[in-house]
């Protein structure tokens, strides 16, 4: 069973930063999404099993990174410049079929965590 623990969501003002972090309960390819009241998830970043292929969504390329620390099968996502329309739930999610790639597709990974908050005020 995949357990995905997600941490380090909270409310930050436009222009700072914020890190999450998902724990994971073995190594595997994973992926940010996120989704805002009313709105459909969306990819955020994702990030091969050996860290070695990124892939960003286009709103957060350049102020978003995605990273591992395959020692402690965990993935981090540092978020600087942070502007109010990234307000969202966050979640992280992995894909334990395929390892080499980075894919974009919600219906890709087969399991989610439980979302963090992620608020941005103006």
């Known amino acids: 069973q995949v357990q995905l623990v997600e941490s380090g969501g909270g409310l930050v003002q436009a222009g700072g930063s914020l890190r999450l972090s998902c724990a994971a309960s073995?190594?595997?390819?994973m992926g940010w999404f996120r989704q805002a009241p009313g709105q459909e998830r969306e990819f955020v970043a994702g990030?091969?099993?050996?860290?070695?292929?990124?892939d960003y969504g286009g709103s957060v390329k350049g102020r978003f990174t995605i990273s591992r620390n395959s020692a402690k099968n965990t993935v981090y996502l540092q978020m600087n410049n942070l502007k109010p329309e990234d307000t969202a739930v966050y979640y992280c999610?992995?894909?334990?079929?395929?390892?080499?790639?980075?894919?974009?597709?919600?219906?890709?990974?087969?399991?989610w965590g439980q979302g963090t908050q992620v608020t941005v005020s103006s």
């Open positions: 073995g190594r595997y390819r």
């Open positions: 999610a992995a894909n334990s079929r395929t390892m080499g790639v980075v894919t974009t597709a919600a219906g890709d990974y087969q399991y």
């Open positions: 990030i091969s099993g050996g860290g070695g292929i990124t």
